[in-house]
């Protein structure tokens, strides 16, 4: 049985940092695609970060580029969010998200795993 569960979430002051974390389990996790999304309320869910397995090579949403860092630890199936310099528009619920190949990285259709999400909330 596949498992996502990430940790890590929270209430921060703008200009402050968090650092999400999903732990994988039931799966191959060196060979999948990893995945950080994210839904604010009356809003569709929207791609933040995302690592390949192959590679390791990494995507960005360009509103959090030079803010966030996405990593993965192969070895302890495990994939990490660092979020720096926070603004209220990052408030949302952040979900990890895993497939072995995400052809459309930025696409929640092209991920079959899904976590139940961690709530990330900035205050102003």
């Known amino acids: 049985q596949v498992r996502l569960v990430e940790s890590g979430g929270g209430l921060v002051q703008a200009g402050g940092s968090l650092t999400l974390s999903c732990a994988a389990s039931?799966?191959?996790?060196?060979?999948?695609?990893m995945a950080w999304f994210r839904q604010a309320p009356g809003k569709e869910r929207e791609f933040v970060a995302a690592?390949?397995?192959?590679?390791?090579?990494?995507y960005y949403r360009e509103s959090v580029k030079g803010r966030f860092t996405i990593s993965r630890g192969d070895a302890t199936n495990t994939v990490i969010l660092q979020m720096n310099s926070l603004g209220p528009e990052d408030s949302a619920v952040y979900y990890c998200a895993a497939d072995e190949r995400a052809h459309e990285y930025w696409n929640v259709r092209y991920y079959n795993f899904w976590g139940q999400g961690t709530q990330v909330t900035v205050s102003s």
């Open positions: 690592i390949r397995s192959t590679g390791g090579r990494i």
């Open positions: 039931g799966i191959s996790f060196g060979r999948y695609d």
